[in-house]
């Protein structure tokens, strides 16, 4: 079993920093790739960025182009988000998915999201 635990979340003002982080950790597993969703109260988790973890291709939505930042660590199975310049539209629960294989099989794995909240 493969578990994806996000930490870095919390409450910054307007123009702040903070780094997200995921680990993916379990028993023998390959990582393809893992990206970054994010959802606030009341509407559709939405997708922030993604990573491919052989050439490290990344990928943003238009939103957080320029401002937040995608890279990863491979020895230690973990992806990094980091988001600068942030907004109060940037208040959300932001969740980790990773694209695994583990035992033979392919997956999508997520974590349990960490609250990052953006004051005024």
């Known amino acids: 079993q493969v578990q994806l635990v996000e930490s870095g979340g919390g409450l910054v003002q307007t123009g702040g920093s903070l780094r997200l982080s995921c680990a993916a950790s379990?028993?023998?597993?390959?990582?393809?790739?893992m990206a970054w969703f994010r959802q606030a109260p009341g509407r559709e988790r939405q997708f922030v960025s993604q990573?491919?973890?052989?050439?490290?291709?990344?990928w943003y939505a238009d939103s957080v182009k320029g401002r937040f930042s995608i890279s990863r660590d491979n020895a230690k199975n973990t992806v990094y988000l980091h988001m600068s310049s942030l907004k109060p539209e940037d208040t959300a629960v932001y969740y980790c998915?990773?694209?695994?294989?583990?035992?033979?099989?392919?997956?999508?794995?997520w974590g349990q999201g960490t609250q990052v909240t953006v004051s005024s």
């Open positions: 998915k990773g694209d695994i294989a583990s035992q033979g099989v392919r997956a999508e794995y």
């Open positions: 379990g028993r023998t597993f390959s990582v393809y790739g």
């Open positions: 990573i491919s973890w052989s050439g490290g291709s990344t």
